[in-house]
């Protein structure tokens, strides 16, 4: 296997994993919510909101990898 393709498959396992990772910072967000703790769980949110531009990004850089 080249290095490329070591790269895409690296790559694709982040995207997977930061998926994964998302959706527990949502259940927990709605967690914090629960117990009355809004601001908190705004910035949980926010942090999500990153972690999915974050995947757009990866999702480009393949598109570039070719």
């Known amino acids: 296997m080249d290095f490329?393709?070591?790269a895409r498959i690296r790559m694709e396992h982040w995207i997977d994993h930061n998926l994964d990772h998302l959706g527990h910072y949502q259940a927990f967000a709605g967690e914090l919510e629960n117990a009355g703790k809004a601001e908190c769980?705004?910035?949980?949110?926010a942090m999500g909101d990153l972690l999915s531009k974050s995947n757009d990004h990866l999702k480009e850089a393949l598109r570039y990898l070719g």
């Open 4 to 6: 490329v393709e070591k």
């Open 41 to 45: 769980a705004r910035h949980i949110r």
